[in-house]
T-cell receptor, first 117, second 115 residues
Framework: AQSVTQLDSHVSVSEGTPVLLRCNYSSSYSPSLFWYVQHPNKGLQLLLKYTSAATLVKGINGFEAEFKKSETSFHLTKPSAHMSDAAEYFCVVSEALGTGTASKLTFGTGTRLQVTL | NAGVTQTPKFRVLKTGQSMTLLCAQDMNHEYMYWYRQDPGMGLRLIHYSVGEGTTAKGEVPDGYNVSRLKKQNFLLGLESAAPSQTSVYFC??????????????FGNGTRLTVT
């Protein structure tokens, strides 16, 4: 069975400083991995995805993540935080649901990013 | 192109009442999903559908029923609401291409409170 662990429930950074949100996963197969962002009272928006191509994945709004199979990690980074980055971030791993083609996403419990002046 | 639309946005129910949450998508996606989001637990899959007329159970299906009579709509029903069903419910959709699933597109959620 697959699982996702987000190592920090809350991260606080100053505007202009780097962001690191940590994620470890376990999966029996070659996983697809995603990071989603959720702003207050909104749905989830895809930041970036890893699907067995390049291990360094670039996403929207300057975020990127590196897939490290040896460490089973998929940490999210951004060089310089902006106030608008304050939100909750979810690391997600996907696998097949039965013999069909629907995907089951397993979500981490989320990391709330706070950005201060 | 509205994407995934959920109605209603908010609802308060009394224990034992019933209701239906509606999810509509205009992207012609085959797969649709209902998730619930609770503090500290991420999102958990309730039910999902791989196409019109088909539904299947996710990891937390008890107390819920679903129907997918039309490709664009996925309904989530609570027959007898319980306080444990107080949550934020998200609908999502996706499709299959190139041997991979596309990322899920999410609606903005329905906040349900059961008193």
């Amino acid at each position: 069975a697959q699982s996702v662990t987000q190592l920090d429930s809350h991260v606080s950074v100053s505007e202009g400083t780097p962001v690191l949100l940590r994620c470890n996963y376990s999966s029996s197969y070659s996983p697809s991995l995603f990071w989603y962002v959720q702003h207050p009272n909104k749905g989830l928006q895809l930041l970036l995805k890893y699907t067995s191509a390049a291990t360094l994945v670039k996403g929207i709004n300057g975020f990127e993540a590196e897939f490290k199979k040896s460490e089973t990690s998929f940490h999210l980074t951004k060089p310089s935080a902006h106030m608008s980055d304050a939100a909750e971030y979810f690391c997600v791993v996907s696998e097949a649901l039965g013999t069909g083609t629907a995907s089951k996403l397993t979500f981490g419990t989320g990391t709330r990013l706070q950005v201060t002046l | 192109n509205a994407g995934v639309t959920q109605t209603p946005k908010f609802r308060v129910l009394k224990t034992g009442q019933s209701m239906t949450l509606l999810c509509a998508q205009d992207m012609n996606h085959e797969y649709m999903y209902w998730y619930r989001q609770d503090p500290g637990m991420g999102l958990r899959l309730i039910h999902y559908s791989v196409g019109e007329g088909t539904t299947a159970k996710g990891e937390v299906p008890d107390g819920y029923n679903v129907s997918r009579l039309k490709k664009q709509n996925f309904l989530l029903g609570l027959e007898s609401a319980a306080p444990s069903q107080t949550s934020v419910y998200f609908c999502a959709s996706s499709y299959w291409i190139g041997a991979r699933w596309t990322p899920l597109h999410f609606g903005n959620g329905t906040r349900l409170t059961v008193t």
